[in-house]
C-alpha cells in the first residue's frame, strides 16, 4: 500500500491500496498556484453565462487545494487523496472533484462523477477515487442555495413576527396612553417606549423593502434602503439612549424640574437629529467613490472598501456602553439607601408631624393670640418645617 506525500509542506497525500501490479511506474505533478487562473466551474454550471461573460467561473465555489496530476501505467479502482485547505476559513459543500475535458463542448469543467467525500478533519480533507486523473478540492464560498433558502424563509418569518409585535406594542400604547401619562416622568417614559418601536417597525419595513430589491438594478432604490435602513437602526439605539438619560435624570437629580418641552426637544434631538446627521455623513463621505453600499448579496453598508458599516457599529457600542454605566449608577443609587437612612426618614415624617399639629394649635387652638400674630407664627413654623423636611429629603437621597 504505497503512500505519496507530494510537497515538503505535505499539502496532499496520495494513497494508493495493495495491487498485484508490478514494475508500475507513478507520476505525480503537484500545482499549487494553479488555482488562481483555473475556473471553478463544475459539472452544475449555469451554461447561458458563457455568453454573456469572458469571466467563466462559479462564483459561488472556489478550488481550495493543490492541483494534483496523477497518472500511472496500470488500472487503479481505488485512491484515496488528502488535501491540506489553501482557506481553513472556508468549511462548506467540500466536493472531490476531477477536470473533465468532455464537459461544455470540451471546454471543460470540474466534475465529482466517481469521486466521494469522506471527512473533513483538521483542515485536512480526505476523498476517495474510482480513477486516475487531475485532482483537487471545490468548496462553497458562500451559504449553498438550498440552506439560503431555508436562511431567507427563516428570516423573513422572525421579521414578520417582529413588525406584528410592534404593531400590537404600539397599539397597546395608544389605548392606555391617557392612563400612564399623567406626569412628564411617565410622558417621557413612553414617548421613548413608542420611539423606539416606531424605529424598529422602520428599520424592518426597509430590510424587507431592501431585500426585495433586484441587486442587478441601479443602486439608486439600494441605497436609499439602505440610507434608511442605517438612519433608523440608529434612531432606535439612541431613543434607548434617551430612555437610560431620563432613567440617570430622574434617580440623581430628584428635585430637579425640566419643563415637558424641554425634555421633548431634547429627546427627539437625540433621537432622531443624531442619527439622521451621523447617516448624511455617511454617504457624503462613501457614495462619491462608490463605496457607500457593498457590491454584492445585499442591500447594505459596505464594509470591505470603506468600512462604511463603522458608522453603525460605533455609535451602537458606544451607547450599549453608556446605557450599563446609567445601570451601574442607578443600582449604586438605590442600594445606598439603606435601612437606617429608611428609619431615619420615618423619623422625619413624624418630625413633620409634630410640626404640622403646633400649627393646627396655633391656629385654632390659641384663640386668644392675636389673629395677625397668629398667622405670622404659623406662617413662620410652616417655613421651618418645610426647610427641615427638604434638607432630610435631600440627605436620605
Known sequence: SPTLNLAD????????PNTNITNAIITTITFFTLNNVMPARNSTFNTSLFNITTDVTDNGNTINAAVVLVKINATIQNVTLS?????????????????NFTLFDQLGAWDDTGCKFVSDINNNVTCTCNHITSFSLLMATDVPPP????LDIITYIGVGISLGSLVICLIIEGCVWKALTKNTTAFMHHVSIINTALSLLIT?????????????????????ATFFMHLFYLALFFWMLVSGLLLLYR?????????????LAISFSLGYGCPLIIAVITVAATAPGKGYIRKTKACWLNWAETMALLALVIPALTIVFINILIV????????????????????HL??????????????????DINQEESN??????????WSKCNDDLTYVL
Open 350 to 367: 413624624t418630625n413633620k408631624w409634630v410640626y404640622m399639629m403646633l400649627c393646627f394649635i396655633c391656629k385654632y387652638v390659641l384663640k
Open 204 to 224: 424592518d419595513i426597509c430590510f424587507i423593502i431592501g431585500a426585495a430589491i433586484d441587486y442587478n438594478v441601479p443602486l439608486g432604490p439600494c441605497s436609499a
Open 9 to 16: 509542506l505535505n499539502s496532499v497525500t496520495i494513497n494508493i
Open 83 to 99: 488535501y491540506e485547505k489553501l482557506n481553513n476559513s472556508l468549511t462548506w459543500s467540500p466536493q472531490c472533484v476531477f477536470w
Open 251 to 263: 434617580t440623581v437629580m430628584v428635585f430637579s424640574h425640566m419643563s415637558k418641552a424641554t425634555m
Open 376 to 385: 405670622v407664627f404659623v406662617f413662620l413654623l410652616y417655613m421651618d418645617c
Open 328 to 347: 451601574i449608577v442607578v443600582i449604586y443609587k438605590i442600594l445606598r439607601r439603606g435601612v437606617g437612612d429608611t428609619y431615619a426618614w420615618h423619623g
Open 147 to 150: 440552506l439560503r433558502e431555508a
